[in-house]
């Protein structure tokens, strides 16, 4: 059985106070980045069509996917998550880190726009539907590298975090990533560097700065450097193509494994690596034990016959076995010992 005490008169008067400000610090916030984000778009989209030639980068593979007008939904839905993210903001600190958000990678973008200029070299095949005659009206074929599309919606991936339906709506960011593409707005390139500017972004500013996740944002970026040179690869070399594909599917897992705090993805309750583990992970495997052998440090006595350090080498650990019962515990999640 528990009793709650009421708050004294003062502390709830506090609250309230408190609470008032941080919703009228939502309605700033917004209208700050909003704006931000109106004076970047449309400077950099005006002067790319000020200029007398702009490219575009679009690969051969690219030809194949399909114009999908009910993906339009998605797409749109970008403006409604823009707006409704701030409002899912429960302290100060969130919100200052939204905001920093949306104004770095917004400002990141317009510099990209403005160095390379792109345009959108698709055709889109004439529609009635009111969504796609707004963004034929406001949008515009340029600002293409990085997608501001996919960069917030990085962060409006961390953004939901606090709704109890952030999966359904994660799921839904999944979908309104791909409607970049399915509407005939963006290109692969754009959505790689996109993903690059929003991974930039969430370890620039985190909410939290748990080591381990500023660890799994590096690799997803790491992750989306690599998707990006895939692109390029896929046009010339079949086989080089399949080493990215296996270094990017490690770098995500590995991302995932950090993210969690999961210690076991690599090695199993006795610490040893399973054999198809160990094929699968090789690549970092092989990087981690290379990155040992420059950073090896010889074991430090902490307390009287207490040692900590690196992976024991063979001579170590004759010198450690003349000392008579020795115990090792493994505290690396990457190298048996």
Known sequence: MTCKRPL????????????????????????????????VYTFAASYAASLKEVSSLCFSF???IPFVPFAI??????VVFFIWVFFLCNTFRQLSTLSKRIVFITVLSGICFIIFPLKQSFVRPETAHILFSFINTYDTPFNQVP????????????????SRFRNLLRMWLVLLMLSTLLVYQHHFIDITTGLMAG????????????????????????AAVGLTALLFAIEHSVLGSIFLLWGILVLLLLGRAYYRSNRHFLKDDHGCIGFLRYIFYFPY?????????????????????????????????????????????????????
Not at 147 to 162: K, P
Request: net charge positive.
């Open 8 to 39: 004294p008169n003062g502390l709830m008067q506090r609250c309230g106070i408190d609470n008032k400000c941080l919703q009228v610090s939502k309605y700033i916030a917004l209208v700050i980045c909003w704006g931000v984000f109106y004076a």
């Open 62 to 64: 690219e030809k194949a």
């Open 73 to 78: 939904y998605f797409y749109s839905s970008s």
């Open 147 to 162: 997608s501001l599309h996919i960069g917030y919606a990085c962060i409006f991936w961390s953004g939901v975090r606090n």
């Open 199 to 222: 991974f930039l972004t969430l370890w620039m500013f985190p909410y939290r700065k748990k080591r381990n996740q500023q660890i799994a944002t590096v690799y997803f970026f790491v």
């Open 285 to 337: 495997i092989a990087v981690y034990r290379i990155l040992w052998l420059f950073s090896r440090q010889a074991p430090v006595e902490i307390a009287p016959n207490i040692f900590v350090g690196g992976l024991l080498s063979c001579r170590s650990a004759r010198k450690f076995a003349m000392l008579g019962e020795v115990s090792v515990f493994d505290l690396s999640a990457e190298l048996p010992e």
